[in-house]
């Protein structure tokens, strides 16, 4: 597998799409796509702005906290395996009542489901070590993916998304003990 797939995959994890769906619309809240797309596209557009911002400001903030690359990489190991392990617990109460139109793109989508602790984390450290464009063209899949999804997708997905964010999450954790074994091995 190529250093972008493999981004591009924990990219994929990190957001966890089917998450995202489920957190944003629980079953009580069915909104019709057409009053989710302002919210998604606004959503997806904030948290790539956080994204770029990661990776483009990533050896500077690394610099600032004399963090070395691969002690962080340890660090967001953990973020990605704790966020991984949240996840399949029991599922937290619904962020509740979106607010409507593009506001609920700033939260929750924008922020905690598109641009969450471990999405930030592993765009610092990969940019770190990847570099700012390559992690960066990582993330963008993920994001409009899970904004098509947000947007577009039927309730009647729900049951197939139930079963495949868990599977995500199990993933991630996964995704996070790998850089905690590569940082370590690193140090």
């Not at 949240?86 to 109460?93: F, H, N, V």
């Not at 979106?98 to 592993?122: D, K, S």
């Not at 199990?170 to 140090?187: M, P, Y």
């Amino acid at each position: 597998m190529t250093d972008y797939l493999r981004l591009a995959l924990v990219f994929l994890l990190a957001v966890n799409p089917a998450l995202a769906f489920l957190s944003f619309l629980p079953v009580r809240n069915e909104a019709a796509p057409n009053t989710r797309v302002p919210a998604a596209a606004f959503g997806a557009v904030l948290a790539m702005g956080l994204y770029l911002a990661a990776v483009a400001g990533a050896a500077s903030l690394l610099d600032l906290l004399e963090v070395e690359p691969e002690t962080f990489r340890v660090a967001a190991g953990v973020v990605l395996a704790a966020v991984g392990a949240r996840a399949l617990l029991p599922p937290l109460p619904p962020y509740g009542q979106a607010p409507a139109g593009w506001r609920a793109g700033i939260y929750p989508l924008g922020i905690p489901l598109l641009a969450g602790p471990a999405g930030l984390m592993a765009s610092l450290s990969y940019a770190a070590d990847e570099g700012a464009a390559t992690t960066f063209a990582a993330i963008v899949p993920a994001l409009l993916l899970a904004a098509a999804l947000l947007a577009w997708a039927p309730a009647r997905w729900r049951p197939a998304f139930a079963m495949i964010a868990p599977l995500a999450a199990a993933l991630l954790v996964a995704a996070g003990a790998g850089l905690i074994v590569t940082g370590v091995r690193d140090i």
